[in-house]
């Protein structure tokens, strides 16, 4: 069966970084694209980063676009989102998808 498990999420100042990971078993990992999705409180679910099956694309929502990075290791079955500047309204929880399939999320919050 799919499974995808986030990890990483935690409390952080604003300006500060975190790093999420996500495993993945279930599926040919190395043959998807994977995406990160975000849903902050009071908000719907919005995809924010998404990467190619080599790593070669990546592409990014303008709300992340130069302070996060999506990066995946097709051997360890993880796909990565390093966050860096991060900032109050980047408070959400974060997960990966694939296929209609999510993990259970990770809470990132940033205070002020």
């Known amino acids: 069966q799919v499974q995808l498990v986030e990890s990483g999420g935690g409390l952080v100042q604003r300006g500060g970084s975190l790093r999420l990971s996500c495993a993945a078993s279930?599926?040919?990992?190395?043959?998807?694209?994977l995406t990160w999705y975000r849903q902050a409180p009071g908000k719907e679910r919005e995809p924010i980063a998404t990467?190619?099956?080599?790593?070669?694309?990546?592409n990014y929502a303008d709300s992340v676009k130069g302070r996060f990075t999506i990066s995946r290791d097709n051997a360890k079955k993880t796909v990565y989102l390093q966050m860096n500047a991060l900032k109050p309204e980047d408070t959400a929880v974060y997960y990966c998808?694939?296929?209609?399939?999510w993990g259970q999320g990770t809470q990132v919050t940033v205070s002020s």
């Open positions: 990467i190619s099956v080599t790593g070669g694309t990546t």
């Open positions: 279930g599926f040919t990992f190395s043959s998807y694209a």
């Open positions: 998808g694939w296929n209609g399939y």
